[in-house]
């Protein structure tokens, strides 16, 4: 990254992030898919290992075939 002048600078560092270990901030994320896409996506993050908490598929309004499910994670 570079500032105004032009002169390498490096990224600015989240000192919390420094400071809590991996697995410490709680995320709540929400997914929007199909359902099968979801899955996938979901096993991903449980994959991970981080996963706290994750709800069933609820079906979007209307017509839709989209469904959410909602993942608190631990990063």
């Known amino acids: 990254m570079k500032n105004r002048k032009g002169r390498e ?8 992030a ?8 709680p995320i709540k994320i929400r997914i929007e898919g199909l359902p099968a896409d979801i899955e996938t996506f979901a ?5 991970t ?4 908490e994750e709800s069933p598929d609820y079906p ?3 017509a839709s075939k989209f469904v959410r499910r909602y993942v608190t994670v631990k990063l």
């Open 60 to 62: 979007n309004r209307g």
């Open 9 to 16: 600078q490096l990224a600015p560092v989240n000192p919390l």
């Open 49 to 52: 290992g981080c996963v706290v």
């Open 43 to 47: 096993r991903l993050l449980r994959e």
């Open 18 to 25: 420094r400071a809590l270990p991996l697995c410490e901030l």
